[in-house]
């Protein structure tokens, strides 16, 4: 019963906390890509089977096996819509960071994160419409909505697309003054975005307290889930072993930001969505950190990049 609830249960955050919200998730992709340069693209025709197989592994493989796992488990609506938005998120924020770390191919991560940051545009709406309308108990969701996806794209397009377009053209007429701008808008956002997070959270610690355990196991199979589809898809397609960290680790990192933002956006706060990610946005920190770690202690010879 309680969990039934939690289908129904609206997390308490204010419109103008949300347009805070909105306006650093932006800050944060606008630092991200004054990092990027019209040069890092030129990756995607001189070697696209890492890109590609990347971008198959975010926007196909991870929302096609969390459709499966939502299968198996059967999760209350409102957490399996939650699952299915953030798998249908572009890369995270910190991948190109835990990417680095982890000694991989950072180059391959920024390509990656410029590369699904506008694909996302598009495929983010249309993957959630269309993975959540295939389960039942989700798709009544979606039908008490009334989901628009044009209306997410033009959301989506003004919170990452213009913040990337804005970044890269500041990097490329004024790539001196980007560097020193990216490297404090970068920390001083994130920051910022992740105590609105955290703030999120507070605001709701009841509802969060009663339903923490309930979420965590589902958060963490579906975390790792996602690493295992960026390894072992990457794997099999015959990359090296640097970008096979990179895939892995921008599978496994989801932008669960731009998720919670939507769920505000579009379904008024639904406390499971809404739980799931944000919980996601803590752990994903905490297991691609440790992964990073691991891997640095690994480090990898020099090998042809593929």
């Known amino acids: 019963m309680t969990e039934n609830l939690l289908d129904s249960v609206p997390l308490n955050f204010d419109a103008q906390a949300q347009w805070v919200l909105n306006i650093s998730l932006a800050l944060v992709m606008f630092g991200i890509a004054l990092d990027i340069s019209i040069a890092d693209f030129k990756g995607l025709f001189q070697n696209p089977k890492p890109i590609f197989t990347g971008l198959f592994s975010q926007f196909f493989l991870l929302p096609l096996l969390t459709f499966l796992l939502v299968l198996c488990i059967e999760p209350i609506p409102s957490i399996a819509l939650g699952m299915v ?76 697309g213009f913040p990337l377009v804005l970044g890269i053209w500041v990097n490329h ?6 560097k020193k701008m990216g490297k404090v808008l970068k920390v001083v956002s994130l920051v910022f975005f992740i105590l ?18 309930y979420v965590f196991w589902i958060v963490v199979l579906h975390n790792i ?70 891997w640095s202690y690994k480090p990898i010879k020099t090998e042809t990049l593929t």
């Open 85 to 160: 938005m953030v798998a249908a998120c572009p890369g995270g924020n910190v991948s190109n960071f835990v990417s680095h770390m982890a000694g991989a191919n950072t180059a391959l991560s920024v390509s990656l994160t410029a590369a699904a940051t506008l694909l996302a545009i598009v495929f983010t709406p249309l993957n959630l419409q269309f993975w959540g309308s295939l389960y039942p108990p989700t798709n009544q969701i979606l039908k008490e909505v009334a989901l628009s996806p044009w209306q997410m794209i033009q959301l989506v397009s003004l919170l990452l």
């Open 196 to 213: 609105l997070v955290f703030l999120a959270l507070y605001n709701n610690r009841v509802v969060f307290y009663d339903y923490v355990m």
């Open 225 to 294: 889930l996602a690493f295992l589809t960026g390894f072992s898809f990457a794997k099999l397609m015959g990359l090296s072993k640097r970008n096979i960290r990179s895939i892995t680790i921008e599978t496994g990192i989801q932008n669960s930001g731009l998720g919670l933002l939507l769920i505000f956006s579009f379904f008024d706060g639904l406390g499971g969505m809404a739980l799931l990610a944000a919980f996601w946005g803590v752990w994903h920190l905490v297991s691609g950190l440790t992964l990073a770690a691991f």
């Open 173 to 178: 007429l004024k790539p001196r003054l980007a």
